[in-house]
């Protein structure tokens, strides 16, 4: 098989585990999402939360997105311009995102929608590619905010 040949198989593979991580959230398919992710893996949403990078458990991280997604009436995570970069086994894609939050409330808009990119790491292993390091880059937002506290009630007083 030619180095094209492979490197194109390869930027699939990669750009499918991208996508994955949004369709897994999105039909809250949690073991599709924790699929995506190393045993270990590094998350820096520090542009969208504060706060530090955080180095954690792969099951921990998909846990914790499900407690804090899984509330919501619905979610659209849209993954696109998947710029590959692929070296031996490790790889980098950073893909613009769109993510759309559907919270119906009496208490302002709902919806909260954030725009701008990943940065995702990955590594080839015997599973096929993963991705070990998130980052995610927000340049814009707009709605409302406070449904994300609204869902997570929302969760917790539907699994308590």
């Known amino acids: ?22 369709t897994g959230i999105d039909m809250r398919d949690w073991d599709l999402y924790r699929s995506c992710f190393t045993d270990t893996v590094a998350i820096d949403f520090s ?12 099951d921990t991280w998909a846990n914790n997105v499900r407690m804090g997604l899984s509330g919501f009436t619905s979610t659209q995570h849209i993954s696109t311009n998947h710029v590959i970069t692929i070296d031996g086994n490790d790889a980098e894609c950073v893909s613009y995102m769109q993510a759309k939050h559907f919270f119906p409330n009496d208490q ?6 954030l725009g701008g990119y990943y940065t995702n790491s990955l590594i080839k292993t015997e599973l096929g590619w993963k991705i070990c390091k998130c980052q995610l880059t927000v ?3 707009e709605g409302n905010k406070q449904i994300f506290e609204l869902a997570q009630q929302n969760f917790q007083n539907t699994n308590s």
């Open 139 to 141: 340049t814009w937002a």
């Open 108 to 113: 302002g808009d709902n919806s909260y929608t």
């Open 1 to 22: 098989m030619s180095n094209e040949l492979e490197k194109l198989i390869a930027e699939k593979a990669i750009r499918e585990v991208v996508i994955q991580y949004a």
């Open 47 to 58: 542009s969208w939360s504060g706060g530090e990078a955080q180095t954690m458990p792969g």
